[in-house]
């Protein structure tokens, strides 16, 4: 039990004492949960949630149902910890659209997975940036079935419009954990880009995300000679 472990141990007395940055994972999650359960440690209960969802990276993957499963917390514990995961999303998504975060394809693969690569559903995102690569806005442009594809061009470049914006990206992830883009992804792909450009619009990359990988239709070489002397 956690009442076992010397004082200096303890998750909660060594964040208070070191300071809450020098606390590993499950001693952060350790914090959140609070207590254990009988026969088993706050520190057991929070390796349980880590290994559940396949590592710390995917904890805001795990569904209440999923964390009800593990003996020691409730649904209310459930919700608690998926608050707290979601906040640290939105608090990295804040941080990410005061940056300059285009300078390479390659640069969104992280920002991506975070906003999208953990859903259970197929999810289609936009993200409008300027002319200098900072992001003014994304937006989910649709939530449905993992057979479902990109919606229409008007209604993406729409968005792009309102909001002033030059250079665009689109994201959608498959959740079968597959990158593998498919022929009508590619068809889309290629018409929007085609659509974007009529209006004077960049698309810099779609990315197919998954919770580990993702897929870049600039760095496959679809895009190049749209997208290229853009960044």
């Known amino acids: 039990m956690i009442k076992d472990l010397p004082v200096e141990e303890r998750p909660r007395e060594k964040g208070l004492r070191e300071g809450i940055e020098e606390l590993s994972s499950r001693e952060l999650l350790a914090v959140l949960l609070r207590s254990g359960t009988k026969g088993q440690s706050v520190l057991e209960t929070a390796d349980q949630v880590i290994e559940k969802a396949g590592g710390v990276q995917n904890l805001n ?115 079968s954990g597959s990158c593998e883009p498919s022929d009508l992804d590619i068809a889309n792909t290629l018409k929007l880009a085609r659509a974007a450009e009529l209006m004077d619009i960049v698309l810099l990359d779609h990315v197919i995300v998954t919770m580990q990988d993702c897929f870049s239709f600039h760095q496959a070489g679809f895009l190049n000679q749209t997208a290229d002397s853009a960044f």
């Open 61 to 175: 993957a795990l569904s209440i149902q999923q964390l009800s499963e593990i003996k020691g917390i409730q649904k209310v514990k459930a919700l608690e910890l998926q608050a707290s995961f979601e906040l640290a999303r939105r608090i990295y998504d804040g941080r990410m659209k005061q940056r300059n975060v285009m300078k390479r394809p390659d640069d969104f693969g992280i920002y991506l997975r975070q906003k999208i690569g953990a859903s259970h559903q197929e999810e289609v995102l936009a993200v409008y940036l300027n002319l200098s690569h900072e992001i003014i806005d994304s937006e989910i442009l649709f939530r449905g079935t993992a057979e479902t594809s990109l919606i229409s061009p008007y209604e993406i470049l729409q968005g792009a419009l309102l909001r002033h914006s030059k250079r665009l990206v689109i994201a959608h992830n498959h959740p």
